[in-house]
Structures are given as structure tokens and as C-alpha cells.
């Protein structure tokens, strides 16, 4: 990602190409720089990922593994280590979070 500017105030950097901003806590962590996990890969093929969920309520963004904040768009997730899954998606592996 590149960045535009930075507004001293908001302690953000606008994003390039956006009209949101980053906190430049956000722009510094592993998970940031980590790729999104395909469905194509071997690992998420034997897990069943897919993207986007057909399970109504079942979702990476709900599961006791999803790393994510609450309503991120993705997360890490330790099954799927050095990638990112969205927050949409669903594997075998899915367990309510508490």
C-alpha cells in the first residue's frame, strides 16, 4: 500500500487511491502484509474453504480461530498460517466463537 499523506492530528495516513484512512498502527502488522488464502490452495481444498460462506451464520468472522478484529473484512487464522482468510469464508474447521 502507498500512502498519500499523513494528518499529524488524526495520528492516519490516507490511503492511496482511497478515501479512507489507515491507522499507521494497521499499516505495520505481519497480518497486513499477508496474503489472502485461495481456495485453490491444497491446504484450504483438504479444509473445504470457501469464499464466500453458504451457511447462514457460519462464517470466518465468527469462528473461535478467526484472529481478526470484530467486522474486519479478514484475519489471520492458525490454520491457515502466513495467510489471511476473509471474514466471509468457512472451512471444516469452524467452531462457534464464545
Not at 479512507?20 to 502488522?29: A, G, K, L, Q, V
Not at 453458504?54 to 478484529?69: L, R, V
Not at 484475519?75 to 472451512?91: E, N, R, T
Amino acid at each position: 500500500m502507498s500512502i498519500e499523506g499523513y494528518d499529524r492530528n488524526e495520528n492516519k495516513y490516507e490511503c492511496f487511491g482511497s478515501n479512507n484512512s489507515c491507522d499507521i498502527e494497521d499499516m505495520f502488522t505481519v497480518e497486513h502484509f499477508q496474503p489472502m488464502v485461495a481456495t485453490t490452495d491444497p491446504q484450504a481444498r483438504d479444509r473445504k474453504y470457501t469464499s464466500p460462506s453458504k451457511i447462514e451464520g457460519k462464517s470466518c468472522g465468527n469462528c473461535a480461530s478467526f484472529q481478526g478484529s470484530a467486522g474486519a473484512a479478514s484475519g489471520g487464522c492458525p490454520l491457515f498460517a502466513g495467510y489471511k482468510v476473509s471474514s466471509k469464508a468457512i472451512c471444516s474447521a469452524w467452531v462457534k466463537k464464545r
